[in-house]
């Protein structure tokens, strides 16, 4: 079976936040939960880039439309990495195939008369880059936007949706596993109660020229939406003019499956598939609609940091507690909250105490009771065994059934329930008690044998979601990567007796809520040291001729090439600039570039940055680091190297 599995493209008017990296950590885990089951499957996910707000912002930036969207793009791009994010392939619709695929299905549909050209009089939002109903309207402004939309009239080209509105109504009614959670099915077969309106689907090139030309009519280009689906299609070298489905198109779109947040519902329920159906195509086989992450914007401020970026998340907390964290809290197709309390409180409780305890105490008995491998076991089970192996067995079930369903927290709760299980099961064997009997090493290593083999299930169960930890445990037990470790669920047969189990650094060491509180060090060397460490940090030369530093002095500075992936003002300050950098792994720095530079100047810049200074807050931002630039009179410039580098280069 070859799944194929899509993000959305993402829009490139803005920086990558919390709901992208939730959509996309969702897709990665549900791909790799498939890969594990033996399946072919295809990731794709990236960027959206025509219309009139990239032309806008681009402008605004001084820059081309082209060049902005590859500064852009390349941000989401950059973002998979750190966010454990395995995509294998990242479209975007500037590729000249992309185009030539949107060109070929828009001449087609215009050669049968499914695109119409006529009169359009309506309320144009600029924001949603569409007009809107008159129904949609709330207090007579869009609602997203809370903006009022302009009259506007003028001839347009229209894909005739409508004839399509039955089928969809009985594709909905037959198929239920076709929208998904069911409120978003019912969601949408409400919508198509009423009779649908055919959808606009050009732009006339006076009021936007970047985008896709109509390939009968050059004084139009298409519009946004159009574009933007059939990204689905052209990431699969699908070709419009063709009779069927071939190559790669009748691979994988059989098992097409969609993962979407619940504002773009109706372009991928109702737009998407009558599109298809007219291209002579099956429609998708999932649409997967998740709800949105709310975040209480005062209660963020109030707490150690402002961190609602997902890259931000990720440096501070890597990035499987980050994946963990959002595919437990938020219940698939509702709105969640975000808050960085609650983040810290799972990080405690479910990370560092259930499943790091588990793991450290297991292989630390495994250490100091069966020489540090896989005992040999003999013994006969009793109850207490038979139960954990069974809920074991259970949770092989639960989870393919949660996972494939989308159900992610349902899915982790159903292995948090054997990993509470399994520290019970220690606590009640309490196999230091064990290990004073002679005659119960029998008992003794069944005990440890039992927890090896839980651990490694757990570590299963969790490479979907967590794949980093996964690793590492199954390393820990003496295995290699996820795929080649049996099947969850199936107990025994895996671990060999004699085989050496390793004990590993905590997984999720603790956090300590204030860590800057801590006190420092005491005693005369320490003191020392702080002195001679704060003369360093005030810049202080410590060599002994004044004015001129040792090498072993400059030595110390760590200057490295950081790129700039985001930057926003910072708030009631007219010269700082809070940027995230990556060098390589993301940081925050705040810079006093403000008034030199606008935020969307300095992003997709490399510049050089002291990554090794004390951290200090600014304006109640933390900055770690700072970018060198130079003062001329007025004029302030950041400093750059020669051409491009990867970032985190030192420069020496
Ligand atoms: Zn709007």
Known sequence: MSNYVTTPIFYVNAEPHLGHAYTAIAADAYCRFQRLRGHEVRLQTGTDEHGDKIAAAAAAAGITPQAYADRISALFKEMAGPLGIAFDHFIRTTDPAHRRVVQGALARLHDQGDIVLSDYSGLYCRGCERFLTEKELVDGLCPDHRTPPDPLSEQNYFFKMSRYQDWLIDHIRQHPEFITPERYRNEVLSFLSEPLEDLCISRPVSRLTWGIPLPFDQNFVTYVWFDALLNYLSGLGYDPAAGGPAGDVARFWPRAEHVVAKDILKPHAIYWPTMLRALGLAPYWRLHVHGYWNVNDTKMSKSIGNVVR????????????????????????????????????????????????LVSRTLAMAQKFTAGAVPEVGEEDGQLDRELVAAVGRLGQEFDLRLADFQFHRALQAVWEVIGLANRYIVVNAPWELAKDQGRRGRLSLVIYNLLETLRHIALALGPVMPETARLMLTALGLGGVDA????????????????????????????????????????????????Q???????????????????????LDLRVATVLAAEPVKKSDRLLKLTVAAPEPRTVVAGLAGHYSPEEVVGRQVIIVANLKPAKLMGIESQGMVLAAKDGDRLLVSAVAGEVAPGVRVS
């Open 485 to 532: 470790q049996g099947r969850l669920g199936q107990w025994g047969g895996v671990l060999r007796p004699g085989a050496p189990v390793k004990l590993t650094a905590p997984l999720f060491p603790r956090r300590e809520r204030h860590p800057e509180e801590t006190s420092p060090p005491a005693g005369p060397v320490a003191a020392k040291q702080a002195s001679r």
């Open 534 to 556: 704060e003369a360093q940090a005030k810049g202080q030369p410590v060599a002994d001729s004044p004015g001129l530093i040792d090498f072993d002095y400059f030595k110390r």
């Open 310 to 357: 997902p890259l931000e998340l990720v440096a501070d907390y890597g990035a499987d507690a980050v994946r963990y964290f959002l595919l437990r809290e938020m219940s698939f197709g509702l709105d969640a909250a975000f808050s960085q309390e609650a983040l810290e409180a799972r990080y405690n409780s479910d990370l560092a105490n259930d499943l790091g305890n």
